[in-house]
């Protein structure tokens, strides 16, 4: 069965940081895109990085630019997001994505395109 869980959430004051996991299983993590997405209560969900199969190429929109950071470790099946410097308005249940085939990485961040779904983790930034 094909899987994505997320962990690593929590409540954190402003200016903290967290590192969010998401580990794959029923299929190989490396030919996929990877993609983070949080939604508010009440807001649409917001693509906030991508990572392309191979790591190299990423994207960030432009709230997190500077202080959040996507890598995978395709040996370990997980990618990871490390959120530095977190604000109020970070608080988001925090999801990550799969997609085997995309033409842009921007496109699956901005589109919320992807194959699989994780079922969140809670990220709470206190001020």
């Known amino acids: 069965q094909l899987q994505l869980v997320e962990s690593g959430g929590g409540l954190v004051q402003a200016g903290g940081s967290l590192r969010l996991s998401c580990v794959a299983s029923?299929?190989?993590?490396?030919?996929?895109?990877i993609g983070w997405f949080r939604q508010a209560p009440g807001k649409e969900r917001e693509g906030v990085s991508c990572?392309?199969?191979?790591?190299?190429?990423?994207y960030y929109t432009d709230s997190v630019k500077g202080r959040f950071t996507v890598s995978r470790d395709d040996a370990k099946n997980t990618v990871y997001l490390q959120m530095n410097s977190l604000k109020p308005e970070d608080t988001s249940v925090y999801y990550c994505?799969?997609?085997?085939?995309?033409?842009?990485?921007?496109?699956?961040?901005?589109?919320?395109?992807?194959?699989?779904w994780g079922q969140g983790t809670q990220v709470t930034v206190s001020s």
């Open positions: 029923g299929f190989t993590l490396s030919s996929y895109a």
């Open positions: 990572i392309r199969g191979g790591g190299l190429i990423t």
């Open positions: 994505a799969a997609v085997k085939t995309i033409p842009a990485i921007r496109i699956m961040c901005v589109s919320a395109v992807a194959d699989h």
